[in-house]
């Protein structure tokens, strides 16, 4: 009995000592008061940020308590961990697997010199399959490491995606092939940026727009707004204004609470391309009185510009060219649709009603 006895006392003492080996924040003795230091398995992974590294990326990942809406630092107080990979694909690896996290954030540098790869799409896509949500994507002023890093910035960014309606799924609309074009939100280092985000007008954030992968333009907040109304969504913060048509003495009108609905028809010519794209949209409007009749006349001559600047780009973020791929079969490509794109004659009309508000 004796000899069992000791035999179980030393099979304890080895389990304890392996337990302490396990590549955890810390290691505590049971007579210690202390709670235990956070595993990264028992933590939610708020946000991973990507930045340019050493061979690859450099992935900064942040974590917080399971069912926290605050972010908190793991394993110590020297921060986020920072670790190194040769791609996002060997990243996301252990993320499909267990926990994908709630953003993605890419740092500016990393976008503008590599733009958007075409594979994240689809990487991106597979996250979250298993917990039945995806992760957010966007693009953040200054190093995904610094964004990370900051627990209001990161918490804040989170929020305004939220808030920003069709930002909350910004590759819904996006191919994952070389040739498709993607827009994602930009977002800035600063939580507190001046844009409307304490008076309840909406949440308005800029955008990017990636040809090719590549980089192709900076789109305004107003412009990447009116891009979300114009793809077709419900929820979407606030439409503006143009200043330049009218100018009000007090702030300029705005519509909130909007819903969105495009539809898209052609001739089905490749040649010599004819689409009527008809936007309806209702909302409620705030500041100073303004008809429906004006207010869509107004977005008729902000959506048209804002499709001739896509012309100019050769880009198509609206996808217009699946109205005209079905008619050529083997035929249709990007490139192709692209040249026809920038010939086409696009009309847009649009519709606006109110359903109540200021």
Request: charge should be positive; aromatic fraction near 6%; glycine fraction near 10%.
């Amino acid at each position: 009995m004796n000899i069992k006895r000791s035999l179980a006392n030393r099979a304890v003492s080895l389990s304890l000592a392996a337990a302490c080996l396990l590549p955890v924040a810390g290691c505590v003795r049971l007579t210690d008061a202390e709670p235990r230091a956070l595993q990264t398995e028992e933590a939610r992974l708020v946000a991973a940020g990507i930045d340019e590294g050493r061979g690859g990326l450099r992935v900064t990942t942040g974590y917080g308590p399971p069912g926290s809406g605050r972010p908190l630092r793991p394993y110590s107080n020297d921060g986020p961990r920072t670790q190194s990979f040769v791609s996002f694909q060997a990243a996301a690896y252990r993320w499909e697997r267990q926990r994908p996290p709630e953003l993605v954030a890419i740092g500016e540098a990393w976008a503008r010199s590599h733009g958007f790869p075409a594979s994240w799409t689809r990487q991106i896509r597979m996250l979250g399959v298993k917990q039945g949500r995806r992760p957010l994507v966007a693009v953040v002023e200054g190093t995904a490491e610094r964004f990370v890093g900051s627990p209001d910035a990161m918490t804040g960014g989170i929020a305004r995606l939220r808030e920003g309606g069709w930002t909350a799924d910004p590759l819904r609309f996006a191919g994952s092939a070389y040739e498709d074009d993607v827009v994602l939100p930009y977002l800035p280092a600063s939580s507190a940026e001046a844009d409307n985000l304490t008076n309840g007008s909406g949440v308005s954030i800029r955008a990017l727009v990636f040809k090719k992968q590549e980089l192709a333009a900076e789109l305004t907040a107003a412009q990447s707004n009116l891009l979300a109304c114009m793809m077709g969504g419900y929820g979407l913060p606030k439409l503006e204004w143009s200043s330049s048509e009218t100018t009000f003495a007090t702030d300029s009108p705005l519509l909130r609470n909007i819903t969105c609905r495009a539809e898209i028809a052609s001739n089905g010519d490749l040649k010599q391309p004819r689409l009527n794209l008809v936007m309806r949209v209702a909302a409620s409007p705030g500041g100073p009185p303004v008809s429906a009749d004006s207010w869509a006349s107004n977005l008729r001559r902000q959506g048209t510009e804002l499709i001739r600047l896509f012309q100019g780009l050769r880009s198509d973020p609206l996808r217009l060219g699946e109205s005209v791929r079905q008619q050529y079969p083997g035929v249709w490509n990007q490139d192709r649709w692209r040249d026809a794109l920038t010939r086409a004659r696009i009309d847009l009309q649009v519709r606006v009603t109110f359903d109540g508000g200021a």
